[in-house]
């Protein structure tokens, strides 16, 4: 089962190898439920949280980071793919330059309520260094 919002932003690198959602099994459901209650109560008690809980506004969060990427066409010829977690917006897929990469993760930075990004992304194929 996925859990998480994931999306494809844009898709304009035909040979970046498609990247999937994160699946859990049943068991793997269980063991994430504990934890993602134990961030809930940790941000409660710190007075962090939003009502509804620490994950409330990640499809929200998901589908505008998606939407801005895909709108900004110095991004038409990469690939990425997003995923949000708890405010965590992660970013995979494949970008052509290192300029692509700083520029999307500091596009992605600054929307709102986006607190933490990963960046998974590749410079063409390769792993980015």
Not at 24 to 46: F, I, N
Request: hydrophobic share 35%.
């Amino acid at each position: 089962m996925q859990l998480d919002p994931f999306t494809q932003a844009t898709n304009g690198m035909p040979s970046c190898p498609t990247v999937v959602p994160r699946l859990y099994s049943p068991d793997e459901m269980r063991t994430e439920a504990h934890v993602r209650s134990e961030r809930g109560t940790r941000c409660a008690l710190e007075g962090t949280c939003e009502p509804g809980g620490a994950y409330i506004r990640d499809g929200e969060i998901n589908e505008q980071v998606r939407a801005e990427i895909a709108a900004d066409k110095r991004y038409a010829d990469t690939s990425v793919w997003v995923t949000t977690s708890r405010k965590w917006v992660t970013l995979k897929g494949c970008v052509r330059t290192k300029a692509h990469q700083r520029e999307i993760i500091a596009l992605v930075r600054h929307q709102a309520y986006v607190e933490r990004v990963f960046d998974e992304l590749t410079v063409g194929n390769r792993p980015a260094r």
